[in-house]
């Protein structure tokens, strides 16, 4: 039997968030990797595209611990991979690459030369000085929201792949109603998604992809916690935070053919990279947190679940902190400030939210 090996990226629960190398074959109606280290069977692996431009592919499966994928690391990889397995996964394999190369085509426009010259000034401007975060704030100022949304969607697909997402459900209609009520008279089109994925976690993506982990969903008492996790989650993207922060990282070529809608372009490469660096000063999380309050308070949602919810994750025993906590430090020093933003807010009239929590939960898995 003949075997070919073909180098991967691996991605693995506590693995960094852009993969480790390995190397991966097919052996007997398995998927294998690193010799015999971990080995798959084809029934339970699953194909997606993600990354830019689509097409970027990966191989994904679930496990105890979580969400496993692997991805090709190039093109020759790609094409061992695709000579290498076997039916029924070379079936899924094959339409998802008919499916890659027809978005490719239609996503690729390149950059006017127009476009170029009424840039110039912040191009030259951006040369000198693109270190400052100002400077990135300034440059998104350039991006309307219809590209924000073409970039939010490109990472949604690169950070989202192989995720169990789904919108149906009793967990994913309470989200998108209590969101909605947020976002009311939003300039987003926001989509909310729960994540079949047991860690405590949810996350917001420029354009309105909103993200929320069963994890999130089982550690809150209340519809009032989650409601504050997703107000503060969803400033991120009103107030362009996420947006903001990925222009810095990826530099000024990036921005700029996103301010001429040229989404295509090499320059913008890995964006789900420097979305899994969501980590904000800690000014933009008490932005985020003020216009947080204001949102409920404008929602009539009682805002002590958003403190509760931060507090109890912040008092959880256990060696490894929830994922929340680690791009949402819930320090005493917040809680207090949050404290007193709402009483400086005064009471506002808020209703209990209409629903039974307990049973959410019994039917969110
Ligand atoms: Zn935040």
């Not at 996503?107 to 400077?135: M, N, R």
């Not at 530099?251 to 989404?263: N, S, T, Y």
């Amino acid at each position: 039997m003949s075997m070919t090996e073909f180098d991967i990226t691996y991605y693995a629960p506590g693995f960094p968030a852009h993969g480790n190398k390995a190397r991966a074959s097919f052996v007997d109606g398995s998927l294998v990797i690193n010799g015999q280290e971990v080995k798959v069977p084809l029934s339970e692996i699953g194909v997606t595209l993600g990354g830019f431009d689509h097409k970027q592919l990966y191989l994904f499966w679930h496990h105890e611990e979580g969400r496993y994928a692997i991805s090709p690391v190039d093109g020759n990889a790609l094409e061992q991979l695709q000579k290498s397995t076997p039916e029924p996964l070379a079936g899924l394999l094959k339409n998802a690459v008919k499916d890659a190369s027809r978005k490719a085509r239609r996503s690729h426009f390149g950059l006017g030369v127009l476009g170029l010259f009424l840039l110039l000034p912040l191009l030259l401007a951006g040369l000198v000085v693109w270190q400052s975060h100002s400077i990135a704030g300034w440059a998104a100022g350039y991006i309307s929201i219809e590209n924000e949304q073409k970039l939010g969607e490109m990472a949604f697909q690169q950070a989202t792949a192989g995720m169990k997402l789904r919108q149906g459900g009793m967990d994913a209609a309470a989200v998108r109603e209590i969101g909605s009520r947020l976002t009311q008279g939003s300039k987003y089109k926001y989509q909310w998604y729960v994540a079949e994925d047991p860690s405590i976690n949810a996350f917001a993506v420029p354009g309105g992809y909103v993200v929320v982990n069963t994890g999130l969903i089982q550690a809150a008492d209340s519809a009032e916690e989650v409601a504050g996790v997703l107000a503060h989650e969803v400033q991120h993207v009103e107030l362009r935070h996420t947006l903001k922060n990925m222009l810095h990282s990826l530099g000024l070529r990036a921005a700029l053919a996103l301010a001429l809608g040229d989404v295509g372009s090499s320059a913008l490469g890995n964006v789900a990279a420097q979305l899994s660096e969501l980590r904000f000063s800690r000014d933009l999380e008490s932005e985020a947190d003020k216009n947080g309050l204001a949102a409920l308070r404008n929602s009539g949602i009682a805002p002590q679940g958003m403190v509760r919810f931060f507090d109890k994750l912040r008092k959880q025993e256990g060696a490894t902190p929830p994922a929340l906590l680690s791009t949402h430090p819930a320090s005493e020093d917040r809680m207090r400030v949050l404290q007193e933003m709402i009483k400086e807010q005064g009471a506002w009239p808020a209703k209990p939210l209409p629903y039974d929590w307990t049973i959410v939960k019994s039917t969110s898995k």
